[in-house]
Structures are given as C-alpha cells and as structure tokens.
C-alpha cells in the first residue's frame, strides 16, 4: 500500500520527488526508465531548442558582413544530443532514488489500483500523466524510416536534401526553420488556407514571410490523402489529386492522449482523461495531469500541474492554476513567436471588451542587426486598464513574454506597467511603448 502511485514517468517525476522528501510513501511506473523525463526531454523542446540554437548560428554567420560559411554537421549535431540527454538522465535518475521506481506498463484498473508486471499495487492517491502520442491521419503509412513522425526526425544521423513537412503547428515550424537554415529544401503543407489561425493576423503575415525569406516553399490547403514510400522517394498524393515526392515526409499533424492507461469504468474519458480545474478526474483522489488531460500540451504546463496536484494532496491548499496563464511559444528562426494571457481571437470569440496595443520592432535601430524589422509586439488590457494579455513576435519571444506573464500573475494594471523602466536597447523597450501607446 502505498500514499500515492505516479503513473507515467514524464513529468510526473517533479511531484514523485517533492512528494518523497515530504515523507509520503511514494512509487513511480514508466514503461520504459531510459525515457524517464518524457518526450520533451528525450524527443521534443529539448533536443529541438539545441538544433534550433545551432541551426541560428549558421544562420547568423550568412550575414554579408562576416566572410567565409558555416556547415552544420549533422551528425555531430546528434552525437552532442545523445550526449547531453544520458547526462541529464542521469541526473534525473539520481533524483528518483529516494522513492521506488518500477519499469513496466500500469493500467488502473479499479479504483485505488494498479496492476503493472502482473502484480496489483494499492495507493489513497493516482496521478496519471501518461502523455500524449503523435497523431497519423489515415492514408499515411508512417514506417520511422523516410515517412517519420517528431519521434524520429531528432535522431536523423544526415540531413536529407529535400523534406516535406505537414502540418504548421509549433513541431511542423519549428522543424521547417530547422531544416531550412541548415540547407535542405523544405516543403511545408499546410491543411488549411493560412497559418496559426489563432494568431494575431499582422504576425501570421510576418511569420509567413519569415518562412518564405529562409526559402521554405509554403503550400496551403494541401490536405494530403495518401502517403507511402517507393524506390522513388516517398509519393505524397493530395485531395486535388496532385502529387509529388520527397526524400522524407516528417508527420506534423499534432498529437493524442495516451488513454489506454484508463481500464476503470469510473474514470471518464473522451478524447483525453477528463479532469475538474484541480485535475481530478470523475474518480475522487485519481488525478491526470500533462498531456493525458488534453487542457495544455506543454512541458512547463504538465509540471505545475503535478506540482499542484502533488501539494494538494499534501493538504498544501495551493491557488487553482489558471491554465491561460501558461506561456505559449513557438521556436521558429530568427524570430520566434510567444503568448501569454488572452489574445485578440479569444478576446473576440468571448465578446471581452479590450484596447489593443501593437508596436513594430522596426522602429528600433536593435532591430536592423537582430533580423527582426518584421517583428512585433501586441498588449491588450480590459477597459479599466488591467493587463490581459499578450503576443510576441520577435528574437526570443520566449523570453521577453515573461514579464507579461508575471504581469498577469501579479493582476498588474498598465498604469503599473508604465513605472517599469526597461533596459535600452533590446526588444523589451517596444513592450514598455505598447503601454506608453494605450
């Protein structure tokens, strides 16, 4: 019997480890321990943030001011990923000694229980993160080899010459920045007519011309009805009956719930495992957590979710976490976009009364060097003035989006926006200007 099962070793890991120090009995199942972290440490934002960064030195060395060109090596590239990830596996399984681990697949299976290995273990509390999957649309037939999915494509030994992408999510355009900077000729197919369709439309235009700058050929409404592999390279067939072939087609499409973990009536599943806004399920004291739940599939998003969870059980009485508040951002090259808050197309879909506030980084001499005349940022507060939310189009955006975030946390007006007095020059200079505008 235990005082609480952590079921999914990704995420779930950072509230396993508070929960032992606080002297709970504490055991943790991953199906599989050298994954211990989950995708984002072993398949997604962190190998792609370390590509990324490569890729925007290559990138910056093609300025006409600096002579000779840089080459990525790849296979260097991925040697140094390797490295990095058996270090920081290491560092996580030092972590997770001080409460039990058990490698195999756990299901609940009634209430209270687990069944993993043939054995049923017993807990007052079960916290599900189990994940999410890449999602295949059918008539595409996904073999790891040269028709990939996000799993496969940061474990590429050599660059391919050409490469489609499809799907123009934070995976599809990140990896089409990736690939286009280091020289391979990128296809993006896109399934609708326009790109991010929840985003400012100024920034999708400049994201747009972003992409097409680093010579990546953007085609929309391209739903693809059949995918497969020939000696020929892999033959793409779209709806309009059009077709062609690529090296590689890389599967962006999004990604799934792992649900099968779910084999007990008395938890309710839809698409995901669904949760209250304290992330208990329909089952008392079973809580899902990360991308299992379907609210928010972002790393930092799973870890304050378990981390409350976690502090709830420990009767810490925690805030309830306000998911709008979780920054969101997509690493495209040079510029990259971030957000925060509540933006135009959620203000507009929830009829909320807003002023908007739009600053363009070419009017800031920092911008001619940074690559970043196209950029912008966007602030938008209530009608009493407080800070609502925000987007950012820009070198870094991940990082600049932060003090809105904390502005958000804080419950700031602009009025206490404006005592702010930010550094000269960078970037942050245009998100104090979008205050000074309102």
């Given amino acids: 019997m235990y005082d609480i099962i952590y079921l999914g070793g990704g995420l779930n890991y950072a509230g396993a ?26 398949k997604g934002c962190i190998p792609s943030k370390m590509f990324l960064n490569y890729a925007n030195i290559v990138y910056e060395s093609k300025s006409d001011i600096l002579q000779g060109e840089l080459q990525l090596s790849q296979k260097k590239l991925f040697e140094k990923k390797n490295d990095l990830l058996k270090n920081v596996l290491k560092t996580l399984q030092k972590q997770c000694s001080h409460f039990t681990t058990i490698e195999g697949e756990g299901k609940l299976i009634a209430p209270h229980k687990v069944s993993v290995n043939g054995k049923v273990l017993e807990a007052e509390h079960i916290v599900v993160g189990t994940g999410s999957h890449p999602y295949i649309p059918d008539g595409i037939e996904y073999n790891t080899k040269d028709i990939i999915v996000s799993d496969e494509v940061l474990n590429l030994e050599e660059l391919p010459k050409k490469i489609a992408i499809y799907g123009a999510g934070a995976i599809g355009l990140e990896m ?51 995918a497969k592999s020939t000696k020929k390279g892999v033959h793409v067939s779209y709806e309009d009956t059009s077709s062609n072939y690529f090296d590689i087609l890389l599967v962006a499409a999004g990604r799934r719930a792992n649900i099968d973990v779910i084999a007990c009536d008395a938890v309710e599943v839809s698409h995901a495992i669904e949760t209250d806004a304290h992330f208990e399920t329909t ?15 972002l790393a930092h998003a799973a870890r304050a979710e378990v981390l409350n969870v976690t502090e709830r059980i420990l009767a810490k009485d925690p805030r309830t976490l306000n998911l709008e508040h979780v920054v969101k951002f997509i690493h495209t090259l040079p510029m990259s976009y971030a957000t925060v808050g509540k933006n135009k197309k959620l203000l507009e879909q929830e009829g909320i009364e807003y002023k ?83």
């Fill in 17 to 42: 480890i508070v929960a032992a120090k606080s002297g709970k009995k504490v055991v943790l199942i991953e199906k599989d321990v050298t994954q211990l972290g989950g995708v984002c440490l072993h």
């Fill in 176 to 226: 089409a920045s990736f690939f286009a900077t280091a020289g391979v000729e990128v296809t993006l197919l896109v399934h609708g007519s326009s790109l991010l369709q929840h985003v400012h439309p100024s920034i999708q235009k400049a994201l747009q011309k972003q992409l097409e700058t680093l010579g990546i050929n953007v085609e929309f409404n391209h739903p693809i009805r059949s």
């Fill in 356 to 438: 908007e506030s739009l600053v363009t980084l070419n009017q800031f001499t920092y911008s001619l060097y940074n690559h970043a005349s196209d950029g912008m940022i966007v602030s938008y507060v209530d009608k009493e003035g407080f800070i609502l939310g925000a987007e950012i189009f820009a070198p870094h955006a991940e990082e600049l989006i932060a003090t809105i975030a904390m502005s958000l946390a804080g419950e700031m007006d602009m009025a206490q926006a404006k005592r702010t007095i930010l550094a000269h020059p960078t970037f942050s200079e245009a998100l104090e200007r979008t205050f000074y505008k309102l």
């Fill in 283 to 297: 089952l008392p004291k079973h809580y899902a957590v990360g991308d299992c739940n379907g609210k928010v599939q």
